[in-house]
């Protein structure tokens, strides 16, 4: 059986992973921003494991589309204070962080995964899970969020997705960060047109590279809102069923807002197309 290895822990990769957001921003895109209140962020990440994650994702700087950047002390500020407490209670916990300096404090602190929408572009990223053990999301993304939407163009978005994914691999690999602990992601609404991640999500598994794990992250995002009409807060059944087709095309792991929502829908799919 194959894991995920993210510090002192091992996901196992046979079924798909739930990995619950918590959103620790002002702006938060979908509406759950928890910034300047240490105790509701807490809770609802406790409420995010009872509701069936397998794994949190803790994020302090919005990526959302148009969004400038969040100065690095900011940052810290609202991440190190929840991570501290949740990082005791015996399960992986992810950081949402593109930043070196954020990545070492954030490890310092206990958290064993990296999950960086850059794909580790920085030399110091790198450095700074290659001291670690724990394990790293490469997502990718054209441009940067401020301006990833404006005109986001492809020839072949499906190649230039997996070439890019490949080269990130191939530096974790240099830096002797090992396939146990990678996780690949091509980025759903990062820089894409919807026609775009139609295409990515129609072709999941080719975005991969030597069969390593994907991770894929549509809960609530504006290809869904584009699709159904929906605003942002009504979202929830078009974010369960791109969920659930991930999964169907591969996925091993599925970031989500609404973690209770979707493990029911990966349950009915998991007995009817796995027999369990
Ligand atoms: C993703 C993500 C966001 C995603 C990974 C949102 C931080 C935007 N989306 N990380 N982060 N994959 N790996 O709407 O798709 O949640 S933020």
Known sequence: MRFLHCGPYRLPLQRPLVMGIVNLTPDSFSGDGLVGDVERAIAHARAQYEAGADLLDLGAESSRPGAIPTPEAEELRRLLPVLEEITTWGRPISVDTYKPAVMRAALAAGATIINDITGMSQPEALAAVANSDCAVCLMHMQGEPDTMQQAPIYGDVVGEVRAFLEAAVNRCRQAGVGDER?????GFGFGK???HNMT??????????????????????????????RPVDERLPASVVAAVLAANKGAR????????????????W??????D
């Open 182 to 186: 990678l996780l690949l992601d091509p």
């Open 193 to 195: 047109s919807l026609e």
């Open 200 to 229: 990515l999500f129609r072709r999941l598994a080719e975005t991969t590279v030597d069969d390593l794990p994907l991770l894929v992250g549509v809960s609530r995002k504006s290809m869904l809102g584009a699709l159904t009409g």
């Open 253 to 268: 792991m599925l970031r989500v807002h609404d973690v209770a929502a979707t493990r029911d829908g990966l349950a009915v």
């Open 270 to 275: 998991a007995a009817i197309e796995q027999g």
